[in-house]
């Protein structure tokens, strides 16, 4: 494939190869604007390989003289199948007179998938394959996570008035007297969860995200989502945030689910699927309108959740709005806003 700024296709290089057997080379080459050099080269490239020679090469070298050697590269994975550390096998190659650092068969052991010592059986094969994460039923995993947005102040913020107006400036005041006296009034946390299989979605705009906060959203989304058919609750996924370690968090949802998970530490796309949820969100309500007020906005998450829901096409649902993959939903809702 060309990059953009090419002046001649593969089949644009032909047709002025072809004209050179009758005119010179420079001639050609002044009248398609581009250098004699640059078609002097594609001739010669013709001349040797035909048309195969009038597309473009890797820019990779031939040949590279640091690159490990295919028969090295298969010794390392022969003892990595001995279940033998990076740092042993230095010392192996090392006996045989092949020098090599430990940083060079670690990258070589993370290419040919033999990094992790616990991933492979007894014959030295992995045992593990990379996959995604999916949900087989409804309430399968119910993906749970907390975004905070900034709270927008009567009349609106700085998006609207400017980032040095007046407006500005009396809200970053109250903000700091409220901080002064003890209290956090400048952030709102939407609570999410979302059907890992339907990617069916409930938010709720909380003024914490303490684990009593989300305990009472935990159960009020359990009877949101019972009222479109998710009855069977079977692994309730969230992030290691401080309100979901919380005993108290694991009990409630052991009471009615089979499990809590938490994803593993520094790793959201665990939990990608009410992230990107919530990304969504953000790029198409939070961010993309001004807002006068914070109950103005809340209002319109409410709106836009119904949106979502029942009208927005998602890929993951066969370009389908998510309460299509349900059998049961809420009948009540029109087929357009005005």
């Known amino acids: 494939m060309t990059h953009r700024n090419a002046p001649l296709t593969p089949q644009g290089r032909l047709r002025l190869v072809l004209r050179c057997r009758h005119r010179p080379i420079a001639h050609i080459a002044a009248e398609a604007g581009v250098s004699r050099q640059c078609l002097g080269k594609w001739v010669a490239r013709y001349r040797e390989h035909g048309e195969a020679g009038l597309h473009d090469r890797s820019s990779a070298p031939a040949q590279r003289p640091t690159q490990t050697p295919v028969a090295v590269v298969e010794q390392i994975a022969v003892m990595r199948k001995n279940k033998w550390s990076a740092r042993r096998i230095v010392r192996e190659l090392a006996a045989q007179d092949i020098p090599i650092s430990v940083a060079t068969v670690t990258r070589w052991l993370h290419k040919l998938g033999l990094a992790r010592l616990d991933h492979l059986d007894v014959d030295g094969e992995p045992l593990r394959r990379p996959g995604t994460i999916k949900a087989w039923w409804p309430g399968h995993m119910i993906h749970i996570d907390v ?34 006296s003890g209290t956090r009034p400048g952030y709102v946390y939407l609570h999410s969860a979302v059907d890992g299989f339907s990617r069916l979605a409930y938010t709720e705009a909380l003024e914490d995200e303490t684990a009593k906060t989300a305990i009472g959203f935990l159960f009020r989304a359990r009877v949101w989502f019972a009222a479109h058919g998710v009855t069977r609750f079977t692994r309730i996924v969230t992030d290691n945030g401080s309100c979901y370690r919380a005993k108290d968090f694991t009990r409630a949802v052991c009471s009615f689910a089979a ?10 796309r665990h939990n990608g699927k009410v ?47 998510p309460a299509s993959r349900l059998r049961t939903g809420v009948t009540n809702v029109m087929s357009n806003y005005n």
């Open 147 to 180: 975004k905070k947005v900034g709270r927008i102040p009567d009349g609106g913020g700085w998006r609207i008035h400017g980032i040095n107006s007046d407006q500005a400036r009396a809200a970053a005041r109250a903000t700091a007297k409220a901080k002064a």
């Open 259 to 268: 499990r809590h998970q938490r994803t593993r530490p520094y790793t959201p």
């Open 275 to 321: 992230e990107r949820y919530q990304r969504i969100l953000a790029n198409e309500l939070l961010y993309a309108r001004p807002w006068l007020s914070e109950d103005h906005r809340r209002d319109a998450i409410a709106t836009w959740n119904l949106h979502y829901n029942y009208h927005r096409t998602h890929s993951a649902a066969g370009d389908q709005p």
